[in-house]
Structures are given as structure tokens and as C-alpha cells.
């Protein structure tokens, strides 16, 4: 049986901390669901309820997208070590991005990272913890450095052209709201 709950005590941000992977879904009114795989040290629990991510350049921005129609958000994690454990965050979503009034206060909680688009920031409306008995066991070797090199090799200036190329609009024709500034 699942366990609900309002907030992340200090065993459930512990558990957050020490995951590799999570995962995040939103979805539009109409048109595709999205489920995320994220990594990297790109995740913050900022109190018992309010935690934030850093949005990498991606293919997509639906993300972005879906956040700006409706704002609901679930992000999950899920324990691959001997101890079985999947936590679900239910809540509201926001994109914060660098030329945001806010942006300063939640970057400084993120190592810099290149090809940084925005922050997602979620206010967590419930939890919800299940067994995970049917998640394999499986080892961490190590980040993957593919992304970050990436975006070093593109620097600055192109990035911002593959945003402008490729994030402002999602795969159902939905405006991102993200116009690049030069």
C-alpha cells in the first residue's frame, strides 16, 4: 500500500540526495504526456516542500511547455540499491530563467553547469512513497560528460541558436514562452 504525504521530512530529502536519476512528467491539456530521465547533480530540495531542478539543453521543451499551460508537475524517484523505495512529488511547476527577477536566488543552489536554459522550481502539493519491489538492482558507474561537452564545444552564442531553433515550440506546436535575448 502507498504512503501520502505533504511534506519531505529529513529521511525523505536524505533519499532524494543520494539518487543518481529522477524522473519528471507533465502533460498538456491536449496532446503528449512527457516523462523525463534526469541526471547529473541537477537536483535541490530547497525545504520540506519546494524542490528545483536545473533544466539542461535538450531536444525538446515540453517541460517548459506543459509548465507554462498548466503547471502540474509529478517528478519520481526510485532506488536501484538494496533497499526498495519509489518516491512520486505531485505539485506545481515553474520555469525560472536567467533573465527572471529569481533567477539569482535559485542558481546559486546549482555547481554552474553549461547549457543551463532555466530552473524548474515545484511546490509540492503531496508525496507519495511505494515498495519498488519490481525496480532491478543495478550499480552507478559514473555521469555521463556527453551533455555538458556538448554544450562547452557549442559555447554561448550557439546555443542560443539552437534554443532559437529547437525550444521555443513543443512536439504538439506549443509555445515554450522561451525567446532567446542576444
Given at each position: 500500500?502507498?504512503?501520502?504525504?505533504?511534506?519531505?521530512?529529513d529521511?525523505?530529502?536524505?533519499?532524494?540526495?543520494t539518487?543518481?536519476?529522477?524522473?519528471?512528467?507533465?502533460?498538456?491539456?491536449?496532446?503528449?504526456?512527457?516523462?523525463?530521465?534526469?541526471?547529473?547533480d541537477?537536483?535541490?530540495?530547497?525545504?520540506?516542500?519546494?524542490?528545483?531542478?536545473?533544466?539542461?539543453?535538450?531536444?525538446?521543451?515540453?517541460?517548459?511547455?506543459?509548465?507554462?499551460?498548466?503547471?502540474?508537475?509529478?517528478?519520481?524517484?526510485?532506488?536501484?540499491?538494496?533497499?526498495?523505495?519509489?518516491?512520486?512529488?505531485?505539485?506545481?511547476?515553474?520555469?525560472?530563467?536567467?533573465?527572471?527577477?529569481?533567477?539569482?536566488?535559485?542558481?546559486?543552489q546549482?555547481?554552474?553547469?553549461?547549457?543551463?536554459?532555466?530552473?524548474?522550481?515545484?511546490?509540492?502539493?503531496?508525496?507519495?512513497?511505494?515498495?519498488?519491489?519490481?525496480?532491478?538492482?543495478?550499480?552507478?558507474?559514473?555521469?555521463?560528460?556527453?551533455?555538458?561537452?556538448?554544450?562547452?564545444?557549442?559555447?554561448?552564442?550557439?546555443?542560443?541558436?539552437?534554443?532559437?531553433?529547437n525550444?521555443?515550440?513543443?512536439?504538439?506546436?506549443?509555445?515554450s514562452?522561451?525567446?532567446?535575448?542576444?
Open positions: 500500500m502507498a504512503d501520502f504525504f505533504n511534506t519531505l521530512d529521511s525523505w530529502i536524505e533519499f532524494i540526495s539518487q543518481k536519476v529522477f524522473f519528471t512528467a507533465t502533460a498538456p491539456a491536449k496532446g503528449r504526456i512527457n516523462l523525463s530521465p534526469k541526471g547529473m541537477t537536483f535541490q530540495c530547497l525545504d520540506e516542500t519546494t524542490v528545483a531542478y536545473m533544466d539542461l539543453t535538450g531536444s525538446g521543451i515540453e517541460t517548459v511547455s506543459h509548465l507554462n499551460e498548466n503547471g502540474r508537475m509529478t517528478i519520481m524517484f526510485c532506488s536501484f540499491t538494496q533497499k526498495p523505495c519509489i518516491l512520486r512529488l505531485y505539485g506545481q511547476g515553474s520555469v525560472v530563467r536567467p533573465d527572471d527577477s529569481d533567477w539569482e536566488k535559485y542558481s546559486e546549482f555547481p554552474d553547469s553549461p547549457g543551463c536554459r532555466s530552473i524548474i522550481v515545484m511546490n509540492i502539493e503531496s508525496a507519495q512513497k511505494s515498495c519498488g519491489y519490481a525496480v532491478p538492482l543495478m550499480d552507478f558507474r559514473e555521469e555521463r560528460k556527453t551533455l555538458s561537452k556538448w554544450a562547452e564545444n557549442k559555447g554561448p552564442e550557439r546555443i542560443r541558436e539552437y534554443w532559437e531553433e525550444n521555443t515550440v513543443s512536439i504538439d506546436g506549443a509555445s514562452g522561451f525567446m532567446v535575448s542576444h
